[in-house]
């Protein structure tokens, strides 16, 4: 008996090996990753522009690539069957975001639509942000507006024209788009005495751009978060967080000091009207507190953060840096800039104010925005999204708590998606449906799926409008000694990638 029970044991354990050894063997493989290093594993590879330098990687390592930043798993994806499976067929695994210790500081604990985590109350906010405040009807309403800060700039620019000297466009699309976001969600631009042109909430915002862009310790080791605190990050999150606290709470107070129906007699409701509004609607699906109601503020003034995929997809300075790429690419190709001029002067009368019908007409002109969204996508690496459990993807198993980074800029510039892609060709867009609503994987820069941008049409009626109001009215030219070879085309990063040294261009008013 001893004998058999002893056969009997050896068998039991014998097969327990060999079925570990099975299951060892069929594990499954993981995405190609470069060499990694101790304890820092790929971050040292990240370089200056990152989205450039995993662009590199990618081209060795392929599409899927598996990184170690600091102690978190990290996929980089760069290719368009790559997004899609991400963004589409598995989009509901990767619909979450990482916890980010400057989004939980600055953002309310996360409470934003942009950085909040998948689930019921990111889909009600979501769902009252695209109903409430970015539908189609809710942007026409503020068209005026958009319209009545165009006119500022060109005023600015005439007087510049006046004088035969160059103007910082940077500077000028900086102050176009703050002012008009600020007067759409907060109803009026908060402008400092004596800063003349400057928006105060803005340069609060842009501050606080600046640290959800600083690196954090904490966010790549977790174990090690302390050092946020030695290195003064902490307490630059929470002095800024702070400020910008009281002045949100300030605008919400003038708020609610307005008449009973929530606004001025024929005064039109802003961003701020509507969520107080939804705040005191008991049959509301979602329940809001002040808190909420800052964060969502804060995610709206980041408008339209094209990237970037969100409420707007990222700072209030990607419409202006994105015109600016623009304005960049046409002064580098003035056969491109003339043939523009000629559609926008053709389909509008002489001396006319620029209406949406207008746009609706000017189909080169959107060409030439897509052409520069491909080259010059706001945020070149989408906000990062995480896997909330296991998932095959192309035979790679990814596991839960995986960070994900889809790299907008190489997908945009992929070889095998377009025809010399480092080309400025809008021409390209003429004969194809392209676009960049998240339905064409080649062509991201909004992102895609749940995540995918609400605020496209603010964003884009924005961005033409102050397009052909340039084309229409002004001639451009470089600064003299300045060649079209000569002009620096240079990125800078920050949390959007903007151009280096800021562009002046020498305007000379067309009907003078």
Not at 18 to 29: I, S, V, Y
Not at 147 to 171: C, D, F, K, W, Y
Not at 250 to 264: A, F
């Amino acid at each position: 008996m001893a004998l058999l029970l002893s056969l009997l044991f050896f068998a039991s354990a014998l097969f327990f090996l060999l079925k570990l050894n099975g299951q060892r063997a069929k594990k499954p493989d993981v995405p190609p990753s470069p060499p990694k290093l101790p304890l820092i594993g790929n971050l040292h590879q990240l370089g200056t522009l990152p989205h450039r330098s995993l662009r590199s990687l990618a081209g060795k390592y392929g599409p899927l690539m598996l990184l170690y930043l600091g102690r978190i798993p990290t996929l980089i994806v760069s290719s368009a069957e790559m997004a899609e499976q991400i963004m589409k067929t598995n989009d509901l695994i990767f619909a979450s975001r990482p916890s980010m210790t400057g989004a939980k500081e600055l953002l309310y604990g996360c409470t934003d639509v942009g950085f909040a985590s998948y689930g019921e109350y990111w889909r009600q906010v979501r769902k009252m942000c695209v109903v409430e405040l970015l539908s189609i009807k809710r942007v026409n309403s503020f068209r005026s507006i958009m319209e009545e800060e165009v006119g500022l700039m060109i005023e600015r620019i005439s007087h510049s024209s006046s004088t035969g000297a160059a103007v910082n466009l940077a500077e000028l699309f900086l102050s176009l788009t703050s002012g008009s976001i600020a007067r759409a969600a907060l109803g009026k631009k908060y402008e400092g005495e004596g800063e003349e042109g400057r928006n105060k909430f803005a340069d609060l915002v842009k501050e606080s751009e600046v640290l959800l862009g600083a690196f954090s310790v904490g966010d790549y080791f977790p174990s090690l978060a302390w050092v946020d605190v030695v290195t003064g990050l902490r307490g630059k999150l929470k002095r800024n967080s702070g400020e910008l606290d009281r002045f949100l709470d300030q605008v919400i107070e003038q708020h609610l000091m307005r008449p009973s129906d929530g606004c001025d007699v024929g005064k039109q409701r802003d961003f701020v009207d509507v969520m107080l509004q939804v705040q005191k609607d008991s049959n509301s699906d979602i329940h809001l507190t002040r808190d909420n109601i800052k964060a969502i503020i804060l995610r709206v003034n980041r408008l339209p953060y094209f990237q970037s995929q969100d409420m707007f997809t990222g700072g209030t300075d990607t419409t202006a840096l994105t015109l600016e790429w623009v304005m960049a690419e046409l002064a580098k190709h003035p056969n491109v800039m003339k043939k523009a001029q000629g559609e926008v002067r053709r389909v509008v009368d002489v001396k006319a104010n620029i209406s949406e019908e207008h746009l609706y007409q000017l189909n080169y002109m959107k060409f030439i925005i897509k052409e520069t969204l491909r080259l010059h996508p706001p945020a070149p690496l989408l906000v990062p999204r995480e896997s909330t459990t296991n998932v095959m993807i192309q035979n790679f198993y990814i596991p839960p708590k995986t960070r994900v980074f889809i790299n907008a800029y190489a997908i945009g510039r992929d070889p095998t998606s377009w025809e010399n892609p480092e080309e400025f060709l809008p021409e390209r867009f003429a004969n194809n449906s392209i676009d960049f609503k998240g339905q064409d994987f080649q062509f991201i820069p909004f992102g895609a799926g749940r995540r995918g941008c609400p605020g496209l049409s603010f964003a884009i009626t924005s961005l033409e409008l102050a397009l052909a109001n340039l084309l229409y009215w002004f001639d451009w030219e470089l600064p003299q000694g300045v060649t079209e070879e000569d002009l620096d085309m240079s990125e800078a990063l920050g949390l959007t990638v903007h151009k280096e040294l800021p562009l002046y261009l020498v305007p000379k008013h067309h009907f003078s």
